[in-house]
Structure formats: structure tokens, C-alpha cells
């Protein structure tokens, strides 16, 4: 059974599914924060996950704002507000888990990722819509006959598609949390 997000908490946690390390943006209210926690969709980071050039001040490739406007940046005291990409005291980083990830897939989309052969092939009845959504939330890939990774399918309308939907290890991990859940 999905639970869909909607809301602010929902696009955090698809931001937050579709960075490479699952972290969250760095600005969020505080009320939003809390519910993602207190819901389990979100941990705090653990420690050296967050690069050296992206401190827990810093906003990242992934959080677009304009510069010197007010944000809260996610941990800080009472949803404290700071110039954007400024060096907030107490900050923290928090990190997508894997009931998040759940959280924001369909039913379709769950089906698919808890339905993968052994080998993490997903099953040819699978939508390529549903396969190119778990592919941006990083847990499907694609590959050739040679076992090369790709991030789409390659299909150019002629035929069919040159690249299979695989489950990632982040893909594995999630559908089997999906399936000891249930």
C-alpha cells in the first residue's frame, strides 16, 4: 500500500531521492522537518557523508534559491532563519531512508521494484514510465548486453529499447525493506 507525499514534505523527499547521497535540502521549515522525522522518511546524515566544498551551511548544487534571500535551514534552532549561503551554528544534515523512499512511490512503482527477478531485472510488463520515475529516484539503472550502466533505456522509437531496467543496490535494499514491511 503507497502512502503519497504531497506537499513541501513530498518534494523534500524526492529532492532528497534524487541527490546522489539521499541528503536533504538544506533549507526546510521546521515543521516540515519534524514530520519527515518523527515519520521515519528521514535520518540525520552521518558523520564525513556531506563533501568538504558543501559544509552543513552551504547550500548545494541541488538547493536553488536566490542569493540574500531568508531561508530556515533544516535542524536549525526553531526553524531559525539566515541569509542563504550562510553558516549556520548547529546545522544538520539529514538524509533520505529507506521508508521515505516507500513513501513517495506508487503502487505501480513499489509492485515493480519488489517484483525484480533475482538479478534485479525488472519484469517486462513494467511501464517504462514507472521504470524511468524509480530510475530518477536512483534505485533502477540501465544496462546494455555487457553489463554496462546506463541512465535511461537508449530507446530512440525504433524498436526496442537497447538497455533492460535493473534494480540498483540502493533499489535491492529498498524493495527489501518493502517486502520484511509488509
Same mark, same amino acid.
Given at each position: 500500500m503507497s502512502s503519497q507525499l504531497?506537499?513541501?514534505a513530498g518534494r523534500h523527499l524526492t529532492a532528497a531521492a534524487e541527490h546522489p547521497q539521499?541528503?536533504?535540502?538544506?533549507?526546510?521549515?521546521?515543521?516540515?522537518?519534524? &514530520?519527515?522525522?518523527?515519520?521515519?522518511? +528521514?535520518? !540525520?546524515?552521518?558523520?564525513?557523508?556531506?563533501?568538504?566544498?558543501?559544509?552543513?551551511?552551504?547550500p548545494s548544487a541541488t538547493d536553488q534559491s536566490a542569493a540574500g534571500r531568508r531561508h530556515p535551514y533544516a535542524g536549525s534552532a526553531g526553524g531559525t532563519y539566515a541569509s542563504a549561503g550562510g553558516d549556520v551554528p548547529g546545522s544538520r544534515r539529514f538524509v533520505i531512508t529507506h521508508t521515505g523512499f516507500l513513501a513517495l512511490?506508487?503502487?505501480? &512503482?513499489?509492485?515493480?521494484?519488489?517484483? +525484480?527477478? !533475482?538479478?534485479?531485472?525488472?519484469?517486462s510488463k513494467v511501464a517504462w514510465q514507472t521504470y524511468g520515475k524509480l530510475a530518477k529516484l536512483r534505485l533502477v539503472h540501465?544496462?546494455?548486453?555487457?553489463?554496462?550502466?546506463?541512465?535511461?533505456?537508449?530507446?530512440?522509437g525504433v524498436g526496442r529499447p537497447p538497455r533492460r531496467p535493473y534494480l540498483t543496490e540502493l533499489g535491492r535494499?529498498?524493495?527489501?525493506?518493502?517486502?520484511?514491511?509488509?
Open positions: 504531497a506537499g513541501a539521499g541528503l536533504l535540502p538544506i533549507r526546510i521549515r521546521e515543521d516540515v522537518l519534524q &514530520q519527515t522525522l518523527s515519520n521515519g522518511f +528521514a535520518r !540525520p546524515a552521518p558523520e564525513g557523508l556531506i563533501p568538504a566544498q558543501e559544509s552543513a551551511g552551504q512511490l506508487s503502487d505501480s &512503482q513499489r509492485r515493480a521494484l519488489t517484483s +525484480a527477478e !533475482p538479478d534485479g531485472l525488472l519484469p540501465f544496462l546494455d548486453d555487457d553489463g554496462n550502466s546506463y541512465p535511461d533505456d537508449g530507446d530512440t535494499s529498498v524493495a527489501t525493506s518493502a517486502t520484511t514491511n509488509d
